[in-house]
């Protein structure tokens, strides 16, 4: 079975400052996708970034990008200036390829955003 | 485009009962996820339903159930509701199944508290 783990159950960082979120993932699959998902107090899931396994190059999104260690099953994200807005849970998932779109998610890391 | 809406976004249940939530997915999108957030377990995936169809399910009891009607809107039913089933009841919504890549778009959830 796949497991996502989330070391960080909580971080914080000053705005402007950079940030990095851990991820960690167990899977016997080769084809698979990982994502992080912002959760605001909100609760609305939304997707911040993805990453193909198969892709050696390393997503990016404006502010955000990832670090994909595919040999050590890690895939961690970094915000780049940090904004009183990104404060949010923070989730990191897994999904098989061509198997449904079944989402397997970490605990969660709760990010604070300090003035 | 409207987004994925579920219904009630509130509930209120006592043990024993038993509840229906609803979910309507973004126009076009022919597959419905469902998932359970709770404190304790997190994000947990329910099962799926593409094309009126149950393509996968998670490891929950028989009370959970669900189904999708041929305009692609999901209903999930849980029975004889217990006071572990108190969560946040997320559905999200994708366009394809068995296609490589399909972007899941998540509902603001329902919160269902069991007394």
């Known amino acids: 079975a796949q497991t996502v783990t989330q070391s960080q159950p909580e971080m914080s960082v000053q705005e402007a400052e950079t940030v990095t979120l851990s991820c960690t993932y167990d899977?016997?699959?080769?084809?698979?996708?990982l994502f992080w998902y912002k959760q605001p107090p909100s609760r609305q899931m939304i997707l911040v970034i993805r990453q193909e396994a198969y892709k050696q190059q390393n997503a990016t999104e404006n502010r955000f990008s990832v670090n994909f260690q595919k040999a050590a099953k890690s895939f961690s994200l970094k915000i780049s200036d940090s904004q009183l807005g990104d404060a949010a849970m923070y989730f990191c998932a897994y999904r098989v390829n061509n198997a449904g779109n079944m989402l397997t998610f970490g605990g969660g890391t709760r990010l604070m955003v300090k003035p | 485009k409207a987004g994925v809406t579920q219904t009630p976004r509130y509930l209120i249940k006592t043990r024993g009962q038993q509840v229906t939530l609803s979910c309507s997915p973004i126009?076009?999108?022919?597959?419905v996820s469902w998932y359970q957030q709770t404190p304790g377990q997190g994000l947990q995936f329910l099962f799926e339903y593409f094309s009126e169809t149950q393509r996968n399910k998670g490891n929950f009891p028989g009370r959970f159930s669900g189904r999708q009607f041929s305009n692609s809107r999901s209903e999930m039913n849980v029975s004889t509701l217990e006071l572990g089933d108190s969560a946040l009841y997320l559905c999200a919504s994708s366009q394809g199944w068995d296609s490589s890549y399909n972007e899941q778009f998540f509902g603001p959830g329902t919160r269902l508290t069991v007394l």
């Open positions: 899977t016997s699959e080769s084809d698979y996708y």
């Open positions: 126009s076009g999108h022919r597959s």
